[in-house]
């Protein structure tokens, strides 16, 4: 898709070409993140180019302990947090210490297509179920799914791609699951939580923390998405303070952080971020987008489910096959990924990290598809 757009903007111009396609931010970070990058090339700090700890410099990974703790409630500290090349990073490290061989995970879809890849890298195995036809977590098929071979069960609220926030009310239920479960086949299965969108939520919707909720939890998230960083590649890792050998589990960690060939997160993100744990990029912003596509795509007969974070709609296909749909958005130089690629056929994403006056150019382009497919039926 990213290819294709580029072919079209260069046949018809960029102004008329509506791409839809990548969660790539073209909001700029905030102004706290330029001071602070400013202050540091202006005064650098002597040997901040250097290795430190493969978990990260202890002052940044205190920041963010601070901020959980007041977020969940729970005791986390500076050594339950481990700086990482991004969440796609930290994804690959946790299931590199956690997965033995042929070990599942399982997965609620619709999902990032990515997490497939991520669990095969290390001998695991996806076990993918699906969710409620409101896209929150269906317990009884993920009960249903846990077997002697279940590790760990990956969780994404806001999710990617349907903007769905789980409420508190489900991961105690999935806690409770977990407990019985593990309980039952005599192993510890962890809740990992991938987090990249908790801070962009709209209409005063609270991300419950997961690290509050369930105990045996690891969350990994980025700043790609909450500072609009995604090339500087800077996330973490936190566990959960009441899983049993949390140490143990910290050393396995930073070990893969290691050996995985990361080694350590970016040394001057790490500086740059420590300050910023509680700034993030402009959410109204990101919410006029949304209201405008929504209400827009809906007036005109598009079905979906009012997102109420990250920063994706995912709308019913009026076809039966998203791939036709997406070839026929095309032809209008619409760009959007087919739901099939989150495992999820009949729906299709758009991804409104874009300009806004790339929105409103494309209005009447959606109005031309859905009269051309015969919406509203």
């Known amino acids: 898709m990213f290819e294709e757009g580029g072919r079209l903007k260069a046949i018809y111009g960029a102004d008329k ?61 500076a050594d ?25 995970v399982i997965i609620s879809a619709p999902f990032f297509v990515e997490y497939k890849f991520y669990i095969t890298n290390h001998g695991g195995t996806p076990v993918v179920v699906q969710s409620r036809e409101d896209f929150q977590l269906d317990l009884e098929a993920i009960g249903a799914a846990i077997t002697e071979k279940t590790k760990a069960i990956i969780i994404n609220s806001p999710n990617n791609p349907t903007g769905v926030v789980y409420s508190g009310k489900s991961l105690d239920q999935l806690h409770q699951l977990v407990e019985e479960k593990s309980a039952q086949y005599g192993r510890t299965i962890y809740v990992v939580s991938d987090e990249p969108y908790a801070k962009i939520v709209y209409d005063q ?15 990994v998230t980025s700043h790609s998405k909450d500072l609009a960083l995604p090339g500087e590649r800077i996330g973490y890792i936190a566990v959960s303070p009441r899983i049993d050998q949390v140490a143990l589990l910290v050393d396995g960690l930073v070990f893969c952080n290691r ?26 912003a990101y919410q006029e987008k949304r209201d405008l596509l ?7 007969g598009f ?21 036709d749909f997406v070839e026929a958005a095309q032809k209008h130089n619409i760009l959007v ?3 099939s690629g989150f495992g999820q056929p009949g729906y299709f994403r758009i991804a409104y990290c874009v300009d806004k006056a790339m929105i409103e150019r494309s209005l009447p382009a959606f109005t031309a598809l859905a009269k051309e497919l015969g919406l509203p039926k």
């Open 17 to 77: 070409v509506y791409d839809f396609t990548l969660g790539n931010p073209t909001d700029e970070p905030p102004q706290a993140f330029r001071q602070a990058l400013q202050e540091i090339a202006t005064h650098p700090v002597p040997g901040m180019h250097r290795y430190m700890s493969n978990a990260g410099y202890a002052e940044t990974r205190g920041a963010i302990a601070e901020v959980l703790r007041e977020d969940s409630g729970e005791d986390v500290q």
């Open 303 to 323: 079905e979906m489910v009012k997102p109420e974070g990250a920063f994706y709609l995912f709308p019913k296909s009026p076809l039966e096959k998203d791939i």
């Open 80 to 104: 339950h947090v481990i700086m990482t090349v991004g969440a796609g990073g930290g994804l690959n490290v946790i299931f590199k210490a956690l997965l033995d061989p042929e070990d599942e």
């Open 205 to 219: 919707v609270k991300v419950p923390p997961v690290l509050g909720h369930i105990r045996n939890s690891i969350v």
């Open 259 to 284: 050996i995985l060939g990361f080694v350590n997160a970016p040394a001057l993100m790490q500086r740059l971020v420590a300050g910023i744990q509680r700034e993030s990029v402009d959410i109204q």
């Open 337 to 339: 990924v087919p739901g």
């Open 294 to 300: 929504y209400n827009h795509l809906t007036s005109i």
